[in-house]
């Protein structure tokens, strides 16, 4: 079964206190991994696209990566406006629908 | 504003009764997407449509559910007989590029609580 898992739950950081999320991914046959960033009662904001194991993207604070099992979301000198749900997500191949995993909540206090 | 647009913003409905809901993509958008998420979940796929046709359906979206993209344009989602299991964030995304399900622009959700 295609299975995406995030951790941890929730992390909280001290504003500059870098940290990494992880998501891990049990598929078929990956098409591409997405992050995306959800703040309280908004939809997802798309973030990053990850294609193949090795790639790397980046924006601002923010950089991805991916293996061929797992991706990680490194977060360089948070700031509290990072705060947010950030959510991992699977394309299978052959499919045109997402599986996301259950996201991280961050909070960084200043 | 040119993002995805969804309404109403909040619906609370009893038991049994039947709700709407509505999404007006990014206008040169083809693909449309129906997604539902429970608090602490991540948004789970129900549905997608490119132009009006109905692709995709997810297995987990039984009978009471049904969604139209009359025209390719906007697209209702529709829930008959409410359960209290209903009760979710409704969000709606759109997309241009085939084959990249993934980058998806959101709207903001249509809240359904059911008493």
């Known amino acids: 079964e295609d299975q995406v898992t995030q951790s941890p739950e929730a992390l909280r950081l001290q504003e500059g206190e870098s940290s990494s999320l992880n998501c891990s991914y049990t598929v078929s046959g990956l098409r591409g991994l997405f992050w995306y960033r959800q703040d309280p009662g908004k939809g997802p904001d798309f973030l990053f696209t990850?294609?193949?194991a090795g790639e790397e993207k980046e924006k601002e604070r923010l950089k991805a990566t991916l293996t061929k099992k797992e991706s990680f979301l490194h977060i360089t000198a948070p700031k509290p406006e990072d705060s947010a749900t950030y959510l991992c997500?699977?394309?299978?191949?052959?499919?045109?629908?997402?599986?996301f995993g259950t996201g991280t909540r961050l909070q960084v206090f200043p | 504003d040119t993002g995805v647009s969804q309404d109403p913003r909040h619906k609370i409905t009893k038991r049994g009764q039947n709700v709407t809901f509505r999404c007006d993509p990014i206008?040169?958008?083809?693909?449309l997407y129906w997604y539902r998420q429970t608090l602490g979940q991540g948004p789970e796929f129900l549905t997608y449509?490119?132009?009006?046709?109905?692709?995709?359906k997810s297995r987990l979206l039984s009978d009471r559910f049904s969604a139209e993209r009359p025209k390719g344009s906007f697209s209702t989602l529709e829930i008959q007989r409410t359960e209290q299991g209903d009760s979710a964030m409704y969000l709606c995304?759109?997309?241009?590029?085939?084959?990249?399900?993934?980058?998806?622009?959101f709207g903001e959700g249509s809240r359904l609580t059911v008493l």
């Open positions: 206008s040169e958008h083809n693909r």
């Open positions: 449509f490119q132009n009006e046709a109905q692709l995709e």
């Open positions: 995304a759109s997309s241009f590029r085939q084959g990249f399900a993934g980058e998806l622009f």
């Open positions: 990850l294609y193949s």
């Open positions: 997500a699977v394309q299978v191949k052959n499919t045109d629908k997402l599986i």
